[in-house]
């Protein structure tokens, strides 16, 4: 094979190579990656949870882009399909709901995505989510058929357990559920994830608890602080699990939709700029002296098994307790995700920086714009919000390192 190629026109390998699928491959995934950093409103799936009724189904659509959701999961139907377009909503198509079950109904599965092929209101198709135990096989081959039958959307797999999820082949996007709060595992999983993403490079999502907190309370803090933690290692869309609440019978949001909102509000100000990064390249953490519930520690320490800034690194904190995402824009700026590690206390934070930067700006989540930050002194200081997420970036004097 190599020593026909070689003999080939450039022109004519390159038609070889694309109808033998080698550059087919590579320029599909690219063009499957998720456009959006997706807050995405569900009542389950694996079937029709949605109103039936179209003025209810648009009120429900007009109350959850209030609350900042933008994406909803669920079965494709071209009526709510237009009205999600009209509100700019885009559509998780559940394909394992049995009008289109990715293998129990596979002609009309097949049918609707290649009539979805380049649509903008398509987000990307759930396959599944369980514990990816036995199943690893059948969620594979599932991943081939639907990039094979619509290669414009992403093919995404997700499972109850990180440990699992990395045994698919393919996907495009991948996500979990650890509900740590109760059951503990957050930067186990999160290290997990990002060393899939990383290697894989495909983003991922997130499943967790809406009320790990009081409702109406602390609830927001604790929910929005899992989102923010996560960002820092490449999240890029999450879902509240659904266990009723949010949205009630009148189409409006309850006490717990009004929670979602205030944490929702926080990262869509930031999602455009986080999915014009690609997957970190590093995260790092600062000791803590408070925990997560902000509660003295008896000595600092870095949490979780994570990483601290290296010694030799061209940054340093000299304030503040944060998780810190290392990325690059395509300007090929240093760019740093910046998350609390205390949920309920905003940190003002100083860092130190080499000679090499010549600028720093933040990005005004409030404004939409990249504002200059003073260097003062070599130093830069920076206030990260509790239970959100803040983006700094720097220019160095010459070319940035790659």
């Known amino acids: 094979m190599r020593h026909h190629l070689a003999r080939l026109p450039f022109f004519a390998l390159l038609v070889t190579l694309a109808t033998s699928g080698v550059l087919h491959a590579q320029d599909g995934k690219s063009q499957r990656q998720p456009k959006r950093f997706a807050?995405?409103?569900?009542?389950?799936?694996?079937g029709d949870h949605f109103p039936k009724d179209p003025a209810a189904f648009e009120k429900m659509i007009q109350t959850i882009k209030a609350a900042n959701f933008n994406v909803i999961l669920g079965i494709y139907d071209p009526q709510r399909a237009a009205i999600c377009k009209k509100h700019d909503i885009q559509i998780f198509v559940d394909l394992v709901a049995a009008p289109h079950h990715v293998y129990k109904n596979v002609d009309a599965?097949?049918?609707?995505?290649?009539?979805?092929r380049n649509d903008p209101t398509v987000y990307g198709y759930h396959l599944w989510?369980?514990?990816?135990?036995g199943t690893a096989p059948g969620r594979s081959r599932d991943v081939k058929n639907v990039q094979e039958w619509d290669g414009t959307h992403p093919a995404y797999v997700g499972s109850y357990r990180m440990s699992k999820v990395s045994k698919v082949i393919g996907m495009d996007a991948f996500g979990y559920y650890d509900f740590h709060w109760t059951r503990g595992g957050h930067w186990g999983h999160l290290n997990q994830a990002f060393n899939v993403a990383r290697a894989r490079q495909v983003p991922f999502l997130r499943y967790d608890a809406a009320n790990p907190g009081l409702v109406g309370k602390g609830n927001p803090n604790r929910a929005g602080?899992?989102?923010?933690?996560?960002?820092?290692?490449?999240?890029?869309?999450?879902?509240?699990?659904y266990a009723g609440g949010i949205v009630n019978a009148k189409m409006e949001l309850?006490?717990?939709?009004?929670?979602?909102?205030?944490?929702n509000a926080k990262f869509a100000s930031v999602g455009a700029e986080l999915m014009k990064l690609g997957t970190p390249s590093a995260v790092y953490s600062t000791p803590i002296?408070?925990?997560?519930?902000?509660?003295?520690?008896?000595a600092a320490v870095i949490p979780g098994g994570l990483t601290p800034i290296p010694k030799d690194s061209w940054f340093q904190v000299k304030s503040g307790e944060i998780l810190i995402g290392v990325s690059k824009d395509g300007g090929k700026r240093d760019v740093l995700i910046l998350a609390c590690h205390n949920p309920y206390e905003t940190q003002k934070v100083t860092?130190?920086?080499?000679?090499?930067?010549?600028?720093?700006?933040?990005?005004?989540?409030?404004?939409?714009?990249?504002?200059?930050?003073?260097?003062?002194?070599?130093?830069?200081?920076?206030?990260?919000?509790?239970?959100?997420?803040?983006l700094v970036r720097f220019q160095r004097q010459g070319p940035a390192k790659q």
């Open 254 to 263: 309850d006490a717990l939709g009004r929670d979602v909102q205030k944490v």
């Open 289 to 298: 002296t408070r925990d997560t519930k902000n509660k003295p520690l008896p």
């Open 109 to 116: 599965c097949k049918k609707l995505l290649g009539s979805l």
């Open 351 to 390: 860092f130190s920086l080499n000679a090499g930067i010549k600028k720093a700006e933040g990005y005004d989540r409030a404004k939409g714009a990249w504002m200059a930050l003073p260097i003062t002194n070599g130093q830069v200081n920076v206030g990260v919000e509790d239970y959100a997420v803040e």
């Open 39 to 46: 807050i995405i409103f569900n009542k389950g799936y694996a």
């Open 225 to 241: 602080y899992t989102i923010a933690t996560s960002i820092p290692f490449g999240l890029k869309g999450y879902m509240y699990h």
């Open 129 to 133: 989510s369980d514990n990816i135990a």
